[in-house]
């Protein structure tokens, strides 16, 4: 006989309750639905000077270092561009670009720690780049106009050698040229033809999208175009690219469609990011979701100017001069160091190993490991390089040292991230909210649970009202935890009261 109970009378009481039915095995998993603990953003793997920097940067801005450090990473990347390709092995080449995605509920500091960068930073290196722009114009107008001077002259000529009876004469050699456009880094516009058209004129390097508010672009990215989400999937891996136009005959060439993303989102939205099936687009994120910091009020500014003319160092390397016969510039290849080759099989070996195990978007996630470590290895060197500040040349070589710093950050920061993001904000509100309720029912070891007692008096986190209190009870319901009450005692006269399955406590060690 059980201690807990006087009589078998009590048992088959307590096992029946008020309705005559037995009670469910009770899931006691419910109790470990929670959010896990976020690793600390490594700094170090940033150097010295950008550690100091994005440190200074989040200070000022109140918020966590990843969201300055993620926006960082990610403009080093589109700086970089095209003009620079990492190698590894015989012939597996990487772009530079990174997506990262920050999230963290509102008011949690996102926009304010990118801003030191979008705001501050990228706007003046973007002005740079468009320094010779006017004469470009200038110039374009003048052959732009004796081009058309000729085609007025040769329609001229066409009209005089049919009066005459002659034969018709050629028209003018060539095309009119493409008006130039001004060079860009930044863009906020993501339809496929703007994009595609920047990237094949005004930013052969690639582009930096930026955006606000993620979740609306991703899941919306087919609303007007059906292929739009494939268009992204393939933004990500730097391949040649044709954009067929509606009202132009001739398409849009991309030699290089490679993009870098950054942006931010809320937790509560991440759960419709991941409906549907995997296709891949998530995977190519590099998520950041740390937590909160209390805010305090910055003593010392971040070293704007500073940061410009570092970077701008980035904005200043080239893609290597067309000399072939399709006229394409082409990136500069940065192998990574033969010392690193060993350490990178090693990684991707385990990163395939852990792959097996895993599933749902984890699986696509540890899929992607093997680029993304290869990526942040080449970001990691020129970002350590620019931040110098002295006249060594560019690297050549991707030092074993940037290996490492990249695969401590992957296996470290943003697989870890990756998990708090893919499972944890897979979580909906009630089950959070259920596994919250039957933890206090766990440690308190109540009779019943009592929703305006738990709303009055009791007062636990996320339970703040009936209607979500009762929530989360009609799911420990579910879980075989509690019992429907009455149905009189719904109806705001008697008092609600779920009873609990007594083998919730047997259960307990």
Known sequence: ???????????????????????????????????????????????????????????????????????????????????????????????????????????????????????????????????????????????????????????????????KGNPPPLPPAGQPPAEPQAPRLRQNDVTIEKVASLLAVAAPKGLLIVRDELAGWLVGMNQYNEAGRQFWIEAYGGRPYRVERQKNPQPIDVPHLVIAVTGGTQPDKLADLMKGADDGLLARFNWLWPEPVPYRMAKVAPATDWAIDTLDRLRLLDLMPANGPDGIASPVIVPLADAACPLMEAFAQDMQTRQIDAAGLMKSAFGKARGTVLRLSLVLEYLWWCGRGDNTPAPRVISLEAFKAAAYFVAGCLMPMAERVYWDAATSPTERNAATLARWIVKTRPTEVHPRTLQREVRLAGLSDAPTIRAAADALVEGGWLRQPPAGGRDGRAKVAYAINPAVFEAIP
Not at 44 to 65: F, N, Q, S, T, Y
Request: charged share 25%.
């Open 1 to 163: 006989m059980d201690s807990h109970f006087e009589t078998p009378a009590d048992i088959v009481s307590a096992a029946l309750g008020e309705t005559g039915h037995t009670w469910p095995a009770p899931d006691m998993t419910m109790t470990r639905v929670n959010r896990r603990k976020p690793p600390a953003f490594p700094l170090d793997v940033l150097g010295l000077r950008w550690r100091a920097w994005v440190e200074k940067a989040a200070e000022a801005a109140g918020c966590p270092v990843d969201y300055v450090a993620g926006p960082l990473l990610a403009s080093v990347s589109a700086l970089i561009g095209n003009a620079r390709w990492a190698l590894c092995g015989a012939d597996w080449k990487e772009p530079p670009h990174l997506w990262i995605g920050v999230v963290g509920d509102s008011g949690c500091g996102k926009s304010p720690g990118a801003d030191a960068l979008m705001r501050d930073v990228l706007p003046t290196i973007e002005r740079r780049m468009g320094s010779d722009f006017p004469d470009q114009q200038r110039d374009w107008k003048a052959i732009n106009e004796a081009f058309e001077a000729a085609t007025e002259r040769w329609k001229a000529d066409v009209k005089e050698a049919g009066k």
